[in-house]
C-alpha cells in the first residue's frame, strides 16, 4: 500500500541552524500539508501547497519557513533559523483530491538545543 | 474562532468493553469531519470521515456519529482491544472545498484498554 515517507525520522540541530525536512507524498497525490506537534499538545496546521504553490499557511508559518518540490517527488519543508520552541513532531501529509482523506506520514522529530 | 474540543481527556477501559468519544466544534465554513487514531510517535491514521449530510459512518468496530446542527460528534469503539490503546483525535476541515483542506486538530482521548 502507498505511503507517505519522511526522513529524517529524528534530527538534532543547534539553535540559529537550518534545518530541512523532507518528505516523500503518495505518487498520484495533489495537495501536499505540513503539520506541526509540540509534545503533549494538539496537532497544528502549518501549509498546504498545491499545483506548485502555497495554498494556505497558518499564523504559525511566518517568514522563517518555506517549502518546496524541487522535483516530482519530494516536498520540503525549511526552517531557515531554528528556535527553541521550534522543537516538534513535524508531520507531512498529502491527498489526491479535496475534501478526501488525507495521509500522514510517520513525522520528523526536531530537537533544537 | 475555530476551535474543536474533545471529551474525556483521558479513559481506561477493561479489553471487550466499549466505550464513546465525545467532540464539540465551532467551525467555519464546515467541510467535513474526521475521526484519526494516532499512537504515540507516529503519524495519525484515518478511521472515519464524514460530511455535513451524513449522520453515521462505520469502519469496523469504530462507528462515529455527527450532527451537523448541535456541532457535535461522537466516536463508539466496540468490543475494544489492547491495540486500540492510543490517542483518537477529532479533526474538523474547514474551507469551501477550494484550493485548500485545512485541518483543525482536537487535543485528543488518550484511550488505554487494559487486560
Known amino acids: 500500500e502507498p505511503e507517505v515517507t519522511q526522513t529524517p525520522s529524528h534530527q538534532v540541530t543547534q539553535m540559529g541552524q537550518e534545518v530541512i525536512l523532507r518528505c516523500v507524498p503518495i505518487s498520484n497525490h495533489l495537495y501536499f500539508y505540513w503539520y506541526r506537534q509540540i509534545l503533549g499538545q494538539k496537532v497544528e496546521f502549518l501549509v498546504s501547497?498545491?499545483?506548485?504553490?502555497?495554498?494556505?499557511k497558518s499564523e504559525i508559518f511566518d517568514d522563517q519557513f518555506s517549502v518546496e518540490r524541487p522535483d516530482g517527488s519530494n516536498f520540503t519543508l525549511k526552517i531557515r533559523s531554528t528556535k527553541l520552541e521550534d522543537s516538534a513532531m513535524y508531520f507531512c501529509?498529502?491527498?489526491?483530491?479535496?475534501?478526501?482523506?488525507?495521509?500522514f506520514g510517520p513525522g520528523t522529530r526536531l530537537t533544537v538545543t | 474562532k475555530n476551535q474543536v474540543e474533545q471529551s474525556p481527556q483521558s479513559l481506561i477501559i477493561l479489553e471487550g468493553k466499549n466505550c464513546t468519544l465525545q467532540?464539540?466544534?465551532?467551525?467555519?465554513?464546515?467541510?467535513?469531519l474526521r475521526w484519526y487514531k494516532q499512537d504515540t510517535g507516529r503519524g495519525p491514521v484515518s478511521l472515519t470521515i464524514?460530511?455535513?449530510?451524513?449522520n453515521t459512518k462505520s469502519n469496523g468496530r469504530y462507528t462515529a456519529t455527527l450532527d451537523a446542527d448541535t456541532k457535535q460528534s461522537s466516536l463508539h469503539i466496540t468490543a475494544s482491544q489492547l491495540s486500540d490503546s492510543a490517542s483518537y483525535i477529532c479533526v474538523v476541515s474547514a474551507g469551501y472545498g477550494g484550493a485548500t483542506n485545512k485541518l483543525i486538530f482536537g487535543t485528543g482521548t488518550l484511550l488505554a484498554v487494559q487486560p
Open positions: 464524514m460530511t455535513f449530510s451524513e
Open positions: 501529509a498529502s491527498n489526491l483530491a479535496l475534501p478526501y482523506e488525507q495521509y
Open positions: 501547497f498545491y499545483n506548485n504553490e502555497i495554498s494556505e
Open positions: 467532540c464539540n466544534y465551532t467551525v467555519s465554513p464546515f467541510s467535513n
